[in-house]
């Protein structure tokens, strides 16, 4: 496979209490792609997304084993500021999280928390953010408006907006459209092709027809037979679609299991 | 008569009992002693004489002391309650203090004015003191307080919190970003029954000040003082029924200062929080 790797798990394994649900992920991702991860539910993907900004730290019970490495640096190290490492792996969820405050405060959020104070900065910052996002000549006009007046779809691309106006190097998303309507799905998805190349993204979907349409690389994770989630097939996408090597790929890609 | 009109009979007149009794009891305080309201009563200083006297110091101590308590225990039950919710990982130890929490909830109020009076007032040294009072007063009200802010801040999605740390947030910031600003609506809610069981109990307060009648008015963190309900609870024991009307007027005081004190905890409520909402 081709490209720099920026991210590379080895024998990642995640616990939930005592039950294992993800185990022996070792992939590489490659820099400036997109990789979707795809599979049935309750497989560990989320998790997998989430062991990679170490936001696992913060869900009771989740507990992470093996070593993760973002550019060279092993992130469950002792040292990490992981603070700072969230910024530069920015994370978007299945529901868009929008704080009770106007427009232009919820792209701000992520600067002000992280010190940025200068006005003049935040400004230009939210503006580049609601550009990237497709969103600017939508609110343009209404920046002090409640975001909660923003249709869903529109909520979502503000929460892509205040990650990517911390500038992060990777972006996570779990499932960022699965309550979006086709139309709202396709303008998120037009969103994150043209965000290929200066980022890497890493998307977890439900939707094959969505990978098809923006993953480089796929990566499907099944459960085994004890109900462990394990990466059985990872490839560029149109090989993993065409040429799948795991029989279990070849019936989840064509509809059959899932 | 069918079933169901049965039913909203007998609901109805479990909203109209309780009704009935709040509504007897207000003619009858407002009938003896609206007459005998006036600035005079208010801002007068206690008389032997009962046509000449006033309650000032009683309603300053109630003041004093009743915000005193609200602002200490606000205080307090904010942190206990972050502290709680934010910090401790292990879902048993919080369900001990919870359990802790309401037990205290259940404690009889003159059990907190002794344990006041031993440790606060002879113990640290502060004696009958409007400190003394307001700190007992305070840890007296504080399972409400505690309550009220903790399920305002279990309130706020979990979502919200990941999302803030997504971005890069440490605890503080999450705390001072989303927790507090979420927080403080449903807290203050939880605050204003606070301000009602505060400013009108008597037993802690007889214990700890013991003071029924005094002319001097409490400056100081350190005076003596009394409060309404003591005067209250003075002059209902007379016999002479001059002293029912007195009290009747001071409990009107009483009234007009909690629903006061309320309202500015209702005020600082619409206009400090926000609200939550979900997709």
């Known amino acids: 496979m081709g490209g720099r790797p920026i991210i590379k798990t080895v024998g990642l394994r995640v616990f939930y209490g005592d039950r294992k649900i993800l185990d022996d992920v070792d992939i590489e991702i490659y820099e400036g792609s997109i990789t979707a991860v795809i599979g049935p539910s309750g497989t560990g993907k989320s998790s997998l997304l989430r062991s990679l900004n170490r936001l696992n730290d913060l869900i009771p019970g989740a507990r992470v084993e093996g070593r993760v490495y973002y550019r060279g640096m092993d992130i469950y190290s002792e040292g990490v500021n992981v603070y700072y490492l969230r910024t530069r792996i920015g994370m978007v969820f299945q529901k868009p999280v929008v704080f009770p405050t106007s427009i232009y405060e919820n792209v701000a959020f992520g600067l002000r928390i992280n010190g940025v104070d200068d006005e003049e900065v935040i400004r230009g910052r939210v503006e580049e953010a609601l550009r990237q996002a497709a969103l600017w000549d939508e609110v343009r006009d209404r920046l002090d408006d409640d975001a909660y007046n923003l249709s869903t779809g529109q909520q979502q691309r503000l929460c892509l907006a205040r990650t990517l106006a911390i500038r992060p190097d990777v972006l996570l998303l779990d499932e960022p459209t699965s309550y979006l309507d086709p139309r709202s799905t396709r303008k998120v998805e037009d969103v994150l092709l043209s965000l290929k190349g200066m980022m890497t993204i890493v998307i977890v979907t439900h939707s094959l027809s969505q990978a098809r349409r923006i993953a480089d690389y796929l990566l499907v994770v099944m459960p085994d037979e004890d109900n462990v989630g394990r990466v059985i097939e990872y490839g560029p996408a149109e090989e993993v679609f065409n040429n799948p090597r795991d029989e279990r790929t070849r019936e989840y890609v064509s509809g059959l299991i899932g | ?279």
């Not at chain 2, 009858?28 to 801002?43: E, H, V, Y």
């Not at chain 2, 008389?47 to 308590?69: C, D, K, M, N």
């Not at chain 2, 002479?240 to 500015?264: D, K, N, P």
């Open chain 2, 1 to 279: 008569m069918d079933r169901d009109s049965l039913m909203k009979i007998l609901t109805a007149s479990a909203l109209i009992t309780p009704l009935l009794v709040l509504f007897t009891l207000l003619s009858m305080i407002l009938w003896d002693g609206l007459p005998g309201l006036s600035l005079d009563f208010i801002l007068g200083l206690p008389s032997g004489r009962p046509e000449e006297t006033g309650i000032l110091p009683a309603l300053v101590g109630s003041v004093y002391v009743t915000g005193l308590a609200i602002i200490i225990s606000f205080l307090l039950g904010l942190g206990i309650s972050i502290y709680l919710t934010e910090f401790v990982e292990d879902e048993r130890v919080r369900s001990i203090f919870y359990f802790v929490v309401d037990m205290l909830a259940g404690v009889p109020s003159v059990v907190y004015g002794i344990v006041g009076l031993a440790v606060i007032g002879i113990g640290l040294g502060l004696g009958r003191s409007v400190l003394t009072g307001a700190v007992t007063l305070a840890f007296l009200i504080l399972p409400l307080v505690t309550v009220a802010t903790v399920e305002a801040i279990r309130s706020i999605p979990d979502s919200l919190r990941l999302a803030t740390y997504s971005l890069g947030a440490s605890r503080l910031e999450v705390v001072t970003h989303v927790i507090l600003p979420m927080a403080l609506p449903r807290a203050l809610t939880g605050t204003v029954l606070a301000i009602a069981r505060a400013i009108g109990e008597a037993a802690p307060i007889l214990v700890i000040s013991g003071v029924l009648f005094t002319r001097s008015i409490p400056i100081s963190l350190l005076d003596e003082f009394t409060v309404l309900p003591l005067v209250i609870f003075n002059w209902v024991m007379r016999p002479q029924e001059v002293y029912m009307r007195l009290a009747s007027s001071a409990i009107i005081v009483l009234l007009l200062l909690y629903i006061g004190i309320s309202s500015i905890a209702i005020y600082m409520r619409y206009s400090s929080g926000r609200r939550i909402r979900e997709v």
